[in-house]
T-cell receptor, first 107, second 113 residues
Framework: GIQVEQSPPDLILQEGANSTLRCNFS?????LQWFHQNPWGQLINLFY???GTKQNGRLSATTVATERYSLLYISSSQTTDSGVYFC?????????FGTGTSLTVIP | EAQVTQNPRYLITVTGKKLTVTCSQN?????MSWYRQDPGLGLRQIYY???????DKGDVPEGYKVSRKEKRNFPLILESPSPNQTSLYFC????????????FGAGSRLTVL
């Protein structure tokens, strides 16, 4: 299967700070999504972004498919951004997840 | 409300006692899949289904069965659960096509003693 590596594994931020999360993958994919798992365990889709750049409020994401990586930017972080961020890549009907970045935002 | 519903949310059982975790979606999605989440390993795909009566193995199918007799339902069956199947399980669905955006259920925490 495809290997997915996320960095950093853990991140602690002061409220209001910015951060960049990275996702590297080992092979060509036709699907890439970012998810946020909140402290209650819910997985929420943030972006579907197999290539290019998208923005949604304080969050944005960029995927460079030819170089096999994706970045998730969080600006002006808030305590509600805390949780684990997962990158998932897909080929055909199979999906592979990274081990996540655990983000803690402190007031 | 568009959603994926899993039941039970929490279950403690014993080794060898067959159990089924149900998954239902109300979005008329063709694609459904099951994952398990374990500490340090992220989510791993167990099985997926492209449509009714069409299922296939994911990365970690051993010890699990699935069926897709109706489009909305995709149950996960553990015929003889073992302690190494203690995990947090998620069901997801998507409309397929060019934008396979996954919508996840709330998760089912299973403990096998």
């Amino acid at each position: 299967g495809i290997q997915v590596e996320q960095s950093p594994p853990d991140l602690i931020l002061q409220e209001g700070a910015n951060s960049t999360l990275r996702c590297n993958f080992s092979d060509s994919v036709n699907n890439l999504q970012w998810f946020h798992q909140n402290p209650w365990g819910q997985l929420i889709n943030l972006f579907y972004i197999p290539s290019g750049t998208k923005q949604n409020g304080r969050l944005s994401a960029t995927t460079v498919a030819t170089e096999r990586y994706s970045l998730l930017y969080i600006s002006s972080s808030q305590t509600t951004d805390s949780g684990v961020y997962f990158c998932a890549v897909g080929t055909g009907n199979q999906f592979y997840f990274g081990t996540g970045t655990s983000l803690t935002v402190i007031p | 409300e568009a959603q994926v519903t899993q039941n039970p949310r929490y279950l403690i059982t014993v080794t060898g006692k067959k159990l089924t975790v149900t998954c239902s979606q109300n979005m008329n999605h063709e694609y459904m899949s099951w994952y398990r989440q374990d500490p340090g390993l992220g989510l791993r795909q167990i099985y997926y289904s492209m449509n009714v009566e069409v299922t296939d193995k994911g990365d970690v199918p051993e010890g699990y069965k699935v069926s897709r007799k109706e489009k909305r339902n995709f149950p996960l069956i553990l015929e003889s659960p073992s302690p190494n199947q203690t995990s947090l399980y998620f069901c997801a669905s998507s409309g397929g096509g060019g934008a396979n955006v996954l919508t996840f259920g709330a998760g089912s925490r299973l403990t096998v003693l």
